[in-house]
């Protein structure tokens, strides 16, 4: 399979259902122990003595749900406008690469230093690949 710019969107959105099936795998026995009945809850306050463990998988999956949208918009601009050459669908790929990592990082370890490290890294990519769209662009 060859990779074009879709292809590292395509990693992206698996990533986000990896997260999603680990968030559920983790989430219904931690609820199930701490004896918490979804159809009863009036407020999301009430997940809270779920352990950390459990509460982090579910922060990275909504994590997945914001930054990661501006790639989304931005691999379908590139494709949309031909700019996919190799460096962009190579930035691509790395943006996928940090975000994983991001997310193994804040699930496993949450050490804060490197998740803000990776997490920053992974912005600087999609700002790169911005400022070369926006300069194709004019």
């Known amino acids: ?4 710019i879709l292809t590292p969107m395509l990693a992206m959105i698996v990533w986000t259902f990896v997260m999603w099936t680990w968030m559920y795998a983790t989430r219904i026995p931690a609820m199930r ?3 918490i009945n979804p159809s009863k809850m009036k ?10 463990e459990v509460k982090r998988i579910a922060d990275n999956y909504n994590h997945l ?3 990661p949208m501006v ?10 406008t031909g700019q996919t050459g190799d460096l962009m669908v190579g930035l691509a790929w790395l943006y996928v690469v940090l975000r994983i990592a991001h ?3 804040q699930a496993l370890w949450n050490f804060i230093p490197a998740r803000f490290f990776v997490f920053s ?5 999609l ?3 911005t400022g070369l769209a926006v300069a194709a662009a004019v």
């Open 71 to 80: 790639f989304f918009a931005l691999v379908v601009y590139l494709h949309l």
């Open 65 to 67: 749900h914001e930054q």
């Open 127 to 129: 700002i790169v690949m």
């Open 103 to 105: 997310s193994l990082i």
């Open 1 to 4: 399979m060859t990779s074009t």
């Open 43 to 52: 407020l999301k306050s009430e997940m809270d003595v779920l352990p950390n």
């Open 121 to 125: 890294a992974s912005t600087v990519v």
């Open 33 to 35: 122990k701490a004896r």
